[in-house]
């Protein structure tokens, strides 16, 4: 092949690693499920410590829920760094440090002087360990995971049912045994425990055999010439007499391949080329900003906003709220567990019935936000402890089944391959609804003197954010239809051909 062979530039497409659905994934869905319970169960829980901390400092409803609500913001704000420091170092250190934040953050919170003092180590420091331990992990549960993901999601999840089981009760015995501090300093100790669920997460291997493929236009000969990578070699070797020169693309799956004539082509010229594409291929590979682009994973976004406005309230004031109606303080407890067995059974039953397949997830993840934002709108009705007991078993049911699935739709909207990012984006961009909502919950709890508006707040959040999910369902349609009209005029385009040619 001479001088006047042109070589073009390709972009290949490396086959992402694929899911085991097994085996060792096992290990890193209990390794999600403990960070579950670890992080939101531990939020969850804390309704017990916000009784306590609210007469102690002898501050109002919303200035004690910042504590809560700046934690969750701080897990939605820091997770696209997350994302990105989990694509440059490895999932299991990232998971690993955030472990020992928490851990610190909720130490330090222990000898807080003023309600300040908890913003700042409880609320801001813990969330942030929060996020480098939470976002990794359920990244990687989404790539060992493919045909069974829905189920390993609602597994995964039902870790924040059991911790809160288990830790409302604990709290509340350890907040008699040795004040709140004492149970701060325990709860510290515990959160050590994130460092192992680090260590359980083993990298999932690409596949590294690849093909490389140019097309070769030699004028001389007339003919085209497939140049192939030796298949069989762990590395990829794609021969060519030409210069060659591989950009390495992004964990995502995309290598760039730059193919120059070296005659053709100056050497600053194939530099930059190359350069700029590498330049692009890394950021993406850490942050893919592409994603704002993408309308469907927007709207989904906006969901998320004003879902965040009504899923952390309740679960903060059911105790305070059980305690103004006259209900003892280890009833007043028992209530969250009450709600975490059925959020545990909402959880893996819809997540299992997600699993099927008999409905689109978006269809069935809308009609349980609309039941639940229907549930918290009962919550005021209920004043003894059996109406009580009754409303948390509902919202624990409804809530399980909501959340088992919202990460599985996540993924179907922009693609497996993409959730590491998305993920981060998605908690970023729900951040305001996180942060808002306990404080707005507070506010109109201080001007009415009645925790039972916070719930009505939660609901009327949760109802509107439905409204976004069926904006949803309708652009899936709408790109169902393009897909298959498309499909028809390829058939039909390629049925006039072979009638010409007869």
Known sequence: MDSAVKVRKERVAA????????????????????????????????????????????????????????????????????????????????????????????????????????????????????????????????????????????????????????????????????????????????????????????????????????????????????????????????????????????????????????????????????????????????????????????????????????????ALFLVPYARSKGIEEYQAAALMSISAVLDLFGRVFFGWVANLRLVETVQQLTVTVILLGTVLLLCPLASSFVELAAFSAAYGLVYGATVSIHITVLAEVVGIHRLGSALGFFMLIRSSGGLLGPPIAGFFIDKMSDYGTGFLMAGVALIVSALFLLLLHQMNRRGQGSHTKDRQNVTKCNEDKELGTT
């Open 15 to 314: 086959a992402p690693p694929a899911a085991p659905d097994g085996g060792y994934a096992w290990f890193v869905l209990l390794s999600c499920f403990l960070v579950f319970g670890l992080t939101f169960g531990v939020i969850k829980a804390f309704g017990v410590f916000y009784v306590e901390i609210h007469q102690y400092f002898e501050t109002t409803a919303t200035g004690t829920s910042w504590i809560t609500s700046i934690a969750v913001a701080t897990i939605h704000v820091i997770a696209p760094v997350a994302s990105a420091l989990s694509a440059r170092y490895s999932h299991r250190s990232v998971v690993m440090m955030g472990g020992l934040i928490c851990s610190l953050g909720v130490v330090i919170g222990a000898f807080s002087r003023n309600v300040i003092d908890l913003y700042l180590t409880v609320g801001f420091l813990n969330g942030f360990g929060y996020a480098l331990t939470w976002t990794p992990t359920v990244t990687m549960l989404g790539l060992y995971f493919e045909k069974r993901r829905p189920m390993a999601n609602a597994l995964a999840s039902a870790g924040e049912c059991i911790l809160t089981f288990v830790l409302t009760p604990l709290f509340q015995l350890l907040i008699d045994s040795y004040s709140w501090r004492g149970a701060l300093l325990i709860l510290g100790g515990l959160q050590l425990n994130l460092c192992v669920c680090g260590m359980l997460l083993r990298p999932l291997k690409a596949p590294r055999d690849m093909t490389c493929v140019s097309e070769v236009k030699a004028e001389e000969h007339g003919f085209l010439q497939e140049l192939l990578s030796n298949e069989d070699s762990s590395k990829p070797n794609c021969q060519e007499t030409e210069e060659l020169r591989i950009c390495e693309g992004s964990d995502q799956g995309t290598v760039m391949v730059c193919l120059q004539d070296s005659e053709e082509t100056p050497n600053s010229a194939k530099d930059s080329n190359c350069s700029r594409a590498e330049l692009r291929t890394t950021i993406l590979r850490y942050v893919d900003y592409t994603l704002i682009t993408n309308a469907r994973f927007m709207v989904y976004s906006m969901f998320g906003v004003f879902a965040a406005l009504g899923f952390f309230a309740p």
